[in-house]
């Protein structure tokens, strides 16, 4: 029996980590702090702001455990040494999140890894705190799946005093000041890409609208927040829910949202925008109906450009999502693609497009699952697994460039740089004649194209450094 009740939560690196871009606060971890702080003394290392020396000053308290949320690729590449430091102290470590949910046993079996804390972590990861402090025997996988399920209404405001929150105040997207904020956990639909099926199992668990409209009130008060990003997984799901929440926040604080352009159909786009609304992102992935159906996104392009010419009789701004390289997909599906993409800026000059992204067969996700003979086999594989590093059996070495090809140049064609940087006659000069490349699917000379990536990745590094790619 011990009463050690300090705990260490670790938010590792994730590869991607752009200050005032995509920098949200570590809400995995804020969660569970909100949830143990009464009883325990929690310490939160963010190894994203946090200076290293931190790290280690807080093993040296001797934590009851050190926990670590983290997803599949470079997350996992740098929490693998902060737990190793922790295990080289005698300390335990215990891995939750993403990865660990969808592949539980694995994750464990890491030497690095004591126990894994799978699905949500508020209750479980208390049932195996409670677990080491009376030394009883406990096996290496906790399963939130199985625990009591975490009422949304009854989490304790986020403890953000844990954290730097000027770190994170500001977002791409969005004016001003603003911090994430969750009204929803899980998806109902079931898209043969995504990982959320393995979790939320097609459910959809919402917040009372009295209890969110408390949490953002507090939230927006006392950080002196101008806009909110709600980082649902899929907040429009139920329009009567949202037009309810949307009505009485009435304009108080901007807002935006990750969206379904079928779902934006169902709601009267004016009324969002009078509410807040300034920004939806939303993953369009194909221009081919036939791509659509195979992914099972129960969505259809006429339904994207309706959605977009409907948005576009707004002053709501949207950022579109892409992703090139399912299985079977042809040249006249992906030229459909670029076309769509072309399209949606034509018709709504609010609309930009994000870099398009090559499919990466995630586990848990359904073309993942149907991968797995050539997937990782444990931890430190999955490790060096993500979007620039997977073996694409399905493509040639010919369609592969293609798709590289399409992924630097939808940097340039996609109105973001140009929004961002409208002086800049060097960069208007070259969106102008990718934009054209992509009109005419003129993709194939590689010299040019060599000539034309040279001259990109010189753009990049004048406007963000030479870091940038």
Not at 214 to 225: A, G, I
Request: hydrophobic share 35%; net charge positive; charged share 20%.
């Amino acid at each position: 029996m011990t009463n050690n009740r300090n705990i260490l939560l670790v938010y590792p690196r994730t590869g991607a980590d752009a200050p005032n871009i995509s920098l949200h606060p570590p809400l995995s971890l804020l969660y569970l702090a909100a949830e143990l702080r009464n009883d325990y003394r929690v310490a939160i290392y963010d190894q994203r702001t946090d200076e290293p020396q931190k790290y280690q000053q807080l093993l040296d308290q001797r934590p009851l455990c050190v926990g670590f949320s983290v997803f599949t690729g470079p997350q996992i590449k740098y929490a693998l040494p902060l737990a190793q430091k922790a295990k080289d102290q005698n300390l335990t470590t215990v891995f939750g999140g993403v990865h660990p949910t969808i592949l539980p046993q694995q994750t464990a079996q890491d030497d690095r890894v004591d126990y894994v804390v799978a699905g949500d972590g508020e209750y479980a990861l208390r049932t195996l705190l409670e677990a080491l402090q009376q030394n009883k025997p406990l096996g290496p996988v906790v399963n939130g799946a199985q625990a009591q399920k975490v009422d949304l209404d009854q989490i304790p405001p986020l403890p953000y005093e844990l954290v730097r929150v000027e770190n994170y105040i500001h977002n791409a997207t969005l004016p001003g000041r603003c911090l994430p904020f969750l009204f929803s956990r899980g998806c109902p639909y079931q898209c043969t890409f995504c990982c959320n099926p393995a979790i939320s199992k097609g459910k959809w668990r919402v917040m009372n609208v009295d209890v969110a409209l408390s949490r953002l009130d507090q939230m927006v008060d006392k950080h002196r927040l101008d806009a909110v990003f709600f980082l649902d997984e899929n907040l429009m799901v139920h329009p009567d829910i949202l037009n309810e929440l949307t009505r009485r926040i009435g304009g108080r604080f901007a807002w935006g949202a990750q969206a379904r352009a079928d779902a934006l159909l169902k709601y009267d786009l004016k009324f969002l925008q009078k509410s807040g609304a300034r920004y939806f992102g939303v993953g369009l992935e194909s221009g081919s109906d036939k791509i659509l159906r195979q992914i099972k996104k129960r969505e259809t392009v006429a339904q994207f450009l309706e959605a977009n010419r409907r948005l576009a009789r707004t002053n709501i701004s949207v950022w579109y999502n892409y992703i090139t390289g399912f299985p079977d997909e042809t040249l006249d599906d992906l030229r459909a693609t670029l076309d769509l993409a072309l399209t949606m800026l034509d018709e709504n000059p609010s609309a930009q497009n994000n870099t398009f992204y090559l499919l990466t067969p995630y586990p848990g996700t359904e073309i993942g699952n149907s991968l797995q003979h050539v997937m990782p086999a444990n931890l430190a594989g999955w490790a060096e697994f993500g979007r620039h590093n997977y073996n694409a059996q399905w493509h040639d070495p010919q369609r592969m460039k293609l798709y590289q090809r399409i992924g630097f140049s939808s940097k340039f064609t996609g109105r973001r740089l140009t929004t961002l940087f409208p002086h800049d006659p060097d960069l208007a000069r070259l969106a102008q004649t990718m934009t054209q490349k992509w009109r005419t699917f003129d993709l194939f000379d590689d010299q040019q194209w060599q000539t034309l990536t040279q001259k990109g990745g010189q753009i990049l590094q004048k406007l963000f450094g030479p870091h940038a790619y």
